[in-house]
């Protein structure tokens, strides 16, 4: 019972943190937007996700590498689960160390006078975000390929 119960968590989380992300990547490229629209979306962004997603992704990775301790004598299961945890990991260590320090440049910013160098601010802020985008999207499929093995009983084995 306790697998399935973190089986099911780890999957309705990471879906959450994923898809989110994801949502991101496909309805908010800033490339078009001006100064103060940009402004205007990313310091509410920030302001409503920059403490939440961390730990939403933090707990994510946890949950991950329980599953994998928990699945530990299915060598494919195992592999599956760690593999979803590094890439999970490698997505929240591009979010700590090189968007979030964007991010906070970014909401000190005035929307009526941005610092000359924003284009350039916000295009490594969204080569980074595309970066963990793909992180992401890979660590949910290993997940969700985990809970689909066969030969055993998925995550449960």
Do not use: C
């Amino acid at each position: 019972m306790t697998k399935s119960i973190v089986s099911f968590a780890n999957l309705l989380l990471a879906a959450l943190v994923v898809g989110t992300i994801f949502g991101i990547w496909l309805g908010y490229n800033p490339a078009d937007l001006s100064s103060r629209a940009y402004l205007e979306q990313q310091q509410h962004a920030i302001r409503a996700l920059n403490v939440t997603m961390p730990v939403l992704g933090a707990v994510t990775i946890l949950l991950t590498l329980t599953s994998a301790l928990l699945a530990r004598s299915n060598r494919r299961l195992l592999a599956l689960l760690l593999g979803a945890a590094l890439f999970f990991l490698a997505a929240g260590i591009v979010t700590r160390f090189l968007n979030q320090p964007i991010n906070a440049m970014v909401i000190a910013w005035s929307v009526d006078a941005p610092p000359e160098n924003w284009i350039e601010l916000r295009d490594e802020w969204w080569r980074w975000h595309v970066v963990r985008t793909g992180f992401g999207i890979v660590g949910l499929g290993l997940l969700i390929a985990a809970n689909l093995v066969k030969g055993g009983r998925g995550p449960r084995a």
